[in-house]
């Protein structure tokens, strides 16, 4: 559960259509969140679909992490995300 100036970091588990743009869309989210990108990976796409892991740090984050990934999870092309690690 994030809390608002505590130290966390946040691993996230996206399963997306690979269509141009689409990480784009997936950064700016969290830049307007006010989230730290640490890591990203990406892993070559299999049958139109894209798998990529995505660690942010929250600290700073302005909104609440259910927030984060309803608007993460209405990007277009975004078909499924979930946390998979936090500490």
Do not use: W, Y
Request: a positive charge; hydrophobic letters at 45%; glycine letters at 6%.
């Amino acid at each position: 559960i994030h809390q608002p100036g505590k130290e966390q970091i946040v691993t996230l588990f996206f399963t997306l259509l690979d269509r141009p743009g689409i990480l784009s869309s997936i950064l700016k989210v969290l830049a307007g969140a006010a989230t730290s990108v640490l890591t990203i990976n990406q892993n070559i796409p299999v049958g139109d679909v894209a798998n990529i892991t995505i660690s942010i740090r929250t600290v700073n984050m302005n909104c609440s992490m259910d927030t984060l990934i309803k608007k993460l999870g209405s990007l277009e092309n975004v078909k499924k995300i979930e946390i998979i690690a936090e500490s």
